[in-house]
């Protein structure tokens, strides 16, 4: 027998939301109406994979059998449950609710079964994801003052951790295992009176207005989850999310790989109650595929399928016969995210009926269900009927995108506020009142090959005003400057192409005034013009395909850069004469390229970026090489100058000789390619010594550092602190850390000075850090303690010009161990400060939200930077170091990496060089606030600084093992909020002040000065920022939370402090 075969007819149940005194209030009482009058309907199946077969197994659940298995639920959390409080009546009759029994399972009937359990007793649950970590769940236990937890035995360790992360005075929820599901559902139930029975106890529904019934979360993809309260009939409307035909014809069986932890998941259970369309799952502990599901369709014999993009896709590409089976279903349906345009026509033109589905957990499901027919256009989803839904006109999309833009709003049942969704829409043509599209706001980003980012759509936007122009896209992914390619509106003659560049040309040089100095067009011979007929490749709504025309024009691209290295540079040449090589080079150095470093103060196997070179100077330098390097003779060398001097010479060969040895070809370049991570750990791993060591503290002048540093010589059982610092020409290091410390508004004492502080020059690449003998043997024998936390801040050098910085965390460790040996008591401890980019992909990679504080799984995990990869490097390098000889055992080493710290706690420091200040600043200026979503995890740079001390001096009990520390602020908060009490402080209206955050990109770009700060920092605000700093990376905290009392007192970030921050700036004059 199939899986589907004999179903009785349905007896839909009257529910009616608009009506609040209607018999059906809630889902449980739908479960009993069911369990009344459809008692032998199919509710569900659930499979299982056979260990011995690998086959699946269904199990069938009739809507009796889950009402007696509710019930069976219902006593045994009544009876074995503690902390479950039942609702109770006042004396004056009302009811009153306890506090949320939290369940953690995996998906299946048995999670429905025990949340509809809860529910039916009146007690609010909450709905936590199998996914989330624990930090996140702690989180959430806290947010909604849960007492109880439902766990699986999967899920309990992860339940486990979470319940660790509370103080140990506080109250924990207690942890209770889920009953098992076979004994809830029996096949032969003895009792036949349970149809009379109600599982719907007094007080479980309160009201219209009670949204205590189950509590959902958001995704927690920008940061820790927020609960969403939802009333029973904001639940009863998932039932009624339908347009299916009610002539009582069977409807079949929905293929479901939506778990019933998340607000999309609920639907298709909601759908059995409220139409009798029962739905198959996959197994409890399955991670959905492609493959599987085919399986699973044919095995359950379903005649519906609702999915996800990736799924469809996966379908899609599979050999043999899965699209014809899709094409035998009623619907399929997709939702959460785009399905790719290749493969909705795919399936669509082979006759798939695709449906578009939508909502979002705080709105519920928004798109009704139904059987498409051949006009349904599946790019476009369709509004419900039965909810009030509102539609706005949204600002105009200064992209080029002509189409009107809307805003949906929804009123949810039970919310006294309504919900605006989040997306931008555009509306279907054919249907411009019901159907709709989600747009992105996805800016087409050009990424040069420094790194920096471009956003052509001012450019384009307003060179396609020129009635003369009928297309325009920029170029120069990879490159190092930005051209356009043009097509005009009318053929012309040779002699009229000149006139019409002209004519481009100085509408460039009009939007270049409004351009970022990298994103300017610097020739007119970076314009490519192409035949008004040539065939541009466009989507089927109109728009340009940025990648597609690359392609196709690709060669005439490469002709535009050819051209731009062929032009004359003779204005740059310089002598260069082999025999004098480096001498030649380092004059070039130190007279073209803006050099500020003393001839006398540098040699030519110094670092270039190490001394400070900068991107910009760096790109001079080649082209100053290029222009010089004489022609080569190409019968001794294979290779074109234009190969040898290649974009990345300079960063490939950091230094003078190296530069000198590649152009002689004594020495090829070493690159990222061959200079690999294994290398470093292998080149840098410190070797046993057989003479004694030393220790140290570094970077205390930034401002990390320089907040450590009057932490630690706060402490009585810190004797003293030494500080190795970068030598200055004619400047004491004394005098120079001051100084530093005074710039962040810090102050030591000075008798604490006298007592605690020394501070030495070094060169740490050199062999014994570049100190004498005997301050170098000083050191080894009283350093106890070791925190590296000095770095050099480019994010343009490339992996291999760091080798001055491995050179150092390699003489550092062998100062450790030689400490070690001086100190035969002491177990020295290594603290590296490392940074949240080096796991800035890390989800990407292995599909977790939140990062653990563990070894990171591979170089793809970090930022593709050079300064990502560095710290990655070194952090590998740690990983050896910790267990292998002559560390292992023998030194504390641990790494930390860090979030993004903010200003002092105490006095509002924030150093007005860093991005948010600029940020601050420059809206100021302009009179707004870009509107962020998601939420930020700020830490007070001196509450940093305390916890870099906590972990730095944890105790000698503590392991020798690695260890890896998260400092993040655990407590996040949204960024709306921040940007609203921001908006007050600096004059700004919080209710027109706040622009979607691509229209405030552009008010930047075209209002602010070119001295203001965000506007030189255009390129990482249009790049890195959203993902780094709006919750895209989520560090989990914690190990480092156990080991810094600083971390577990830590809030977040309030209108008091941001008072002081904007205080601080006003007192320097950084904003008025």
């Excluded at 449980?28 to 032998?40: M, Q, W």
């Excluded at 198959?280 to 492609?290: F, L, V």
């Excluded at 019409?500 to 610097?522: G, S, Y």
């Excluded at 590998?876 to 979030?899: D, I, N």
Aim: aromatic share 6%; charged share 20%.
């Amino acid at each position: 027998m199939s899986a589907a075969a004999e179903m009785p007819r349905f007896s839909r149940p009257p529910v009616e939301l608009h009506d609040i005194a209607n018999a059906i209030r809630s889902l449980p009482d739908l479960i009993d109406f069911n369990a009344r009058e459809n008692p032998n309907h199919l509710f569900c199946l659930q499979s299982y994979k056979a260990a011995e077969d690998n086959c699946y197994r269904i199990n069938r659940v009739s809507h009796l059998q889950f009402k007696q298995a509710i019930l069976r639920c219902s006593e045994w959390l009544k009876s074995d449950l503690s902390g479950i409080t039942l609702p109770h009546a006042h004396a004056d009759g009302v009811f009153v609710k306890g506090s949320p029994v939290a369940i953690l399972m995996e998906s299946s009937v048995g999670l429905l079964i025990h949340e509809m359990a809860l529910m039916g007793l009146g007690v609010p649950v909450l709905l936590l994801s199998a996914r989330l970590s624990p930090t996140a769940i702690h989180h959430l236990l806290v947010q909604t003052s849960a007492t109880s937890m439902l766990v699986s035995p999967k899920l309990r360790r992860a339940a486990e951790r979470a319940l660790a992360l509370f103080p140990t005075d506080a109250t924990k929820p207690s942890i209770h295992d889920q009953k098992p599901l076979d004994e809830l559902i029996r096949n032969k139930d003895a009792d036949a009176n349970c149809g009379a029975r109600c599982i719907c106890s007094p007080g479980h529904h309160l009201g219209k207005d009670d949204r205590s019934a189950l509590i959902m979360h958001s995704s927690g993809t920008t940061g820790l989850p927020k609960p969403i309260h939802t009333s029973h009939r904001q639940m009863l409307a998932f039932a009624t999310c339908h347009e299916l035909p009610s002539d009582g014809r069977d409807l079949g069986i929905c293929l479901t790989t939506l778990p019933f932890y998340h607000g999309f998941g609920m639907i298709t259970f909601a759908l059995s109650l409220g139409v009798g369309l029962p739905f198959c799952m996959p197994p409890p502990s399955m991670i959905p595929t492609g493959e599987a599901m085919m399986e699973l369709l044919q095995t359950a014999n379903a005649r519906s399928f609702i999915t996800v993009p990736s799924i469809l896709e996966e379908l899609s590409m599979l050999p043999g016969n899965a699209i014809e089976v899709l094409k035998t279903l009623n619907f399929v349906a997709f939702g959460g995210g785009q399905l790719k345009q290749d493969v909705g026509e795919r399936l669509a033109a082979a006759g798939v009926r695709l449906l578009n589905h939508y909502g979002a957990t705080e709105s519920g499901p928004i798109a009704p269900i139904f059987f498409p027919d051949q006009d349904y256009d599946y790019r476009y989803f369709r509004l419900r009927s039965d909810l009030r839904l509102d539609l706005r006109a949204a600002p105009q999309p200064t992209d080029g995108d002509e189409r009107q833009h809307f805003i949906l709003t929804a009123y949810p049942f039970g919310w006294d506020a309504p919900f605006e969704l989040q997306d931008h829409l555009i509306c279907n043509p054919a249907r411009p009142d019901t159907e709709f599209a989600a747009v992105g706001r996805k800016d087409d980003m050009i990424v040069l090959a420094t790194g920096e980012k471009a956003l052509p759509g001012m450019l384009e936007t307003s060179l396609i005003e020129s009635p003369a122009i009928r297309s325009a896209l920029a170029f120069g992914e990879g490159r190092f400057e930005i051209g356009v390619l043009i097509q005009p509106t009318a053929e012309m003659s040779h002699n009229q192409v000149e006139a019409f560049k002209d004519h481009v040309w100085t509408l460039v040089e009009e939007v270049n005034q409004r351009m970022d100095a990298h994103a300017r067009i610097t020739s007119k011979d970076s314009i490519l013009l192409v035949s008004p007929t040539a065939p541009l490749p466009r989507s089927d709504k109109g728009s340009l395909l940025r990648r597609e025309i690359y392609k196709v024009f690709a060669a005439e691209i490469d002709g535009v850069y050819q051209g731009l290295e062929a032009k004359n540079l003779e204005n740059l040449k310089r002598p260069l004469r082999w025999e004098q090589l480096e001498h030649d080079i380092k004059t070039i150095v130190q007279h073209d390229v803006g050099w500020n470093i003393a001839e006398s103060g540098w040699s030519v196997t110094d670092d270039l970026f190490d001394l400070g070179l900068d991107s910009l100077q760096a790109l001079r330098l080649r082209r100053v090489l290029l222009a010089s390097v004489p022609i080569l003779d190409t019968d001794a060398r294979s290779s074109s100058k234009e190969e040898i001097v290649s974009r990345n010479f300079v960063y490939q060969n950091p230094s003078v000789s190296r530069m000198a040895k590649a152009l002689k070809g004594a020495q090829s370049s070493e690159s990222d390619d061959t200079f690999s991570v294994d290398q470093i750990v292998e080149q840098y791993r410190v070797l046993p010594s057989s003479t004694q060591v030393t220790v140290l503290i570094t970077g205390a002048t930034g401002s990390l550092g320089a907040h450590v540093l009057a932490h630690l010589v706060s402490l009585e059982n810190v004797e003293r602190v030494i500080c190795l610092d970068r030598p200055k020409v004619g400047v004491d290091a004394s005098a120079r850390l001051q100084a530093a410390l005074r710039g962040k508004d810090l102050h030591i004492e000075p008798y604490l000075w006298e007592q605690k502080v020394q501070a030495l020059q070094s060169i740490t690449a050199l062999p014994a850090l570049g100190l004498p003998a005997e301050t170098y043997k000083n050191l080894q024998g009283t350093v106890t303690h070791i925190l590296h936390a000095a770095w050099p801040m480019d994010f343009k050098r490339t992996l291999v010009s760091f080798k001055s910085s491995f050179q150092t965390l390699q003489n550092l460790l062998q100062l450790a161990h030689e400490a070690r040996c001086a100190q035969p008591t002491v177990h020295p401890s290594f603290l590296f400060i490392s940074s949240i980019a080096t796991v800035g992909n890390a989800s990407a990679v292995t599909g977790d939200s939140t990062i653990v504080e563990e070894p990171a799984a591979g170089p793809a995990c970090a930022l593709s930077l050079g300064y990502a990869q560095a710290k990655l490097a070194c952090e590998k390098l740690l990983e050896r170091t910790a267990s292998t000889a002559p560390l292992a055992g023998e030194v504390r080493v641990r790494f930390a990496r860090v979030g993004q710290l903010s200003s002092n706690s105490r006095t509002g420091f924030w150093n007005p060089a860093e991005h948010f200040p600029a940020l601050a600043k420059t809206s100021q200026e302009i009179g707004a606030l870009p509107r962020l979503a998601g939420t930020l995890s700020w830490i007070p740079v001196d509450v940093a600084a305390r916890a870099v001390g906590d972990i730095l001096l944890l105790g000698a009990e503590d392991s020798t093992d690695l260890g890896i520390y998260h400092i993040e602020n655990p407590v996040r908060q949204a960024w709306s909020d921040v940007m609203r009490s921001l908006a007050t402080r600096l004059g700004l209206d919080q209710e027109t002040a706040l622009l979607p955050y691509g229209e405030w990109l552009g008010l930047v770009a075209e209002r602010a000065g070119a001295a203001s700060p965000a506007r030189r920092l255009l390129d990482f605000f249009e790049g890195d920022f959203l993902h780094m700093a709006c919750g895209g990376v989520v560090l989990d905290t914690y190990r480092a939370r156990k080991a810094s009392p600083a971390l577990r007192q830590l809030g977040a970030v309030g209108d008091e402090q941001m008072d002081r921050v904007v205080e601080y700036w006003r007192s320097v004059h950084f904003i008025h």
